[in-house]
């Protein structure tokens, strides 16, 4: 297969999912308070903990835009174990990054990174939430996110997601929900389309050149086991990737021969955290903090990606075959038809032609 058709076929496997995803994920803006959040994660212990994680899961955010939120519990009373939770399993999973995961990982993938997620935020929160408590420096959370941002190279993009979401739907009951759903789909096809969008076609290339290019009996051998999962969680933990956008980067390992659970690890990693992240991590909450929280994603990662090998070997499942037989659930129109919405939405002058004649979505 050539390059070009590999990224097309990803591409087009890809698109109508993801905007499955994002029409989710602008409901989910619309109907879902910052305030509701505060209440529903508040106390302390392992119930709070677990709601955080299950809550923040399909939340539309990526590691950089969950830091206001997150911080916003934190000082607003909630203790740090749910307030690590929420920063963990926002970004490891969303609505968007779940639907693309089945599309171009297949169903078993795709449940299992949505309960990865979810229990390494619950892990993760429990280590942090034993540790002696740190006093929280003055200031917004707008600036500290923002400046965290900007030193360890967050785009403007996700900035401005962040301050919308920490912002978001503070006058909710008052307007109309006709009104919140415009406003919260809008968000999810300008805000984080853009945040993405780079990102995502740096993550089809790179999945194009793994299945196009790479033997696979060459990352077969090297891609599994211990060592492998250790060295794609060290990888990992300080990118700036996205959940959307690192699942064509996964897409490409599995298909080049990359066992599930290294595949996995990746998937835990690369999203739920960033330099931006562990930066303010550290800052609000101290250096004891900061190494369980980097503990518990390290140690939750790679034990989940154990299991997962383990369960896939137990069944016998063949997720390359489960990959080819999501492809053939959609006609090929459909595909295409996907695909070109999505460019016209993600390339901005294309959009702001479009919105010449659907004002709202400017």
């Known amino acids: 297969m050539s390059l070009l058709n590999a990224i097309l076929a990803v591409a087009l496997s890809a698109a109508p999912w993801l905007l499955l995803g994002l ?20 106390g302390q ?14 939340l ?5 835009g969950a830091i206001p939120t997150a911080l916003a519990m934190y000082r607003g009373g909630a203790s740090r174990g749910p307030a690590t939770a929420f920063l963990i399993g926002t970004p490891g999973i969303g609505v968007d990054s779940l639907a693309i995961t089945y599309a171009l990982l297949g169903p078993f993938m795709a449940v299992a990174r949505a309960i990865s997620a979810v229990l390494t935020a619950i892990v993760t929160g429990l280590l942090v939430g034993r540790t002696a408590p740190a006093s929280a ?17 967050c785009g403007s993009g996700c900035a401005s997601g962040c301050n919308d979401t920490s912002e978001a739907n503070n006058g909710a009951p008052a307007q109309r929900l ?4 415009a406003g919260g789909l809008r968000y999810a096809f300008t805000d984080i389309l853009d945040d993405i969008s780079l990102w995502l076609l740096v993550g089809l290339l790179v999945a194009g050149v793994l299945i196009a290019l790479v033997p696979p ?3 077969g051998e090297l891609g599994s086991g211990l060592w492998a999962m250790l ?5 990992g933990i300080p990118l700036y990737m996205c959940a959307t956008a690192a699942t064509p980067i996964a897409a490409g390992l599995l298909l080049a021969g990359v066992s599930p659970g290294t595949v996995l690890v990746f998937l835990v990693a690369a999203p739920v955290t960033s330099l931006a992240t562990l930066g303010v991590f550290r800052r609000e909450m101290g250096n004891r903090a900061l190494l369980a929280y980097l503990a518990g994603i390290l140690a939750g990662a790679v034990l989940l990606g154990l299991g997962v090998d383990a369960v896939a070997r137990w069944w016998q499942l063949d997720v390359t075959r489960q990959i080819e037989t999501v492809g053939e659930l959609l006609p090929a129109w459909i595909e295409w038809l996907g695909l070109i919405v999505l460019v016209g939405l993600a390339v ?9 004649h659907l004002p709202r979505l400017a």
């Open 23 to 42: 029409v989710m994920a602008g409901l989910i803006k619309a109907l879902v308070s910052e305030a509701l959040l505060n209440r529903w994660v508040g």
């Open 45 to 58: 212990g392992l119930g709070s903990i677990a709601r955080a994680a299950v809550i923040g899961a399909p």
């Open 60 to 64: 539309p955010l990526c590691s950089c």
């Open 137 to 153: 420096p003055a200031g917004t959370v707008q600036a500290s996110g923002s400046e965290d941002e900007t030193e360890s190279g």
């Open 178 to 181: 006709s009104a919140r759903l």
């Open 217 to 219: 009996q060459q990352l």
């Open 231 to 235: 060295l794609m969680a060290v990888i």
């Open 348 to 356: 901005k002058p294309l959009r702001r032609a479009l919105a010449s």
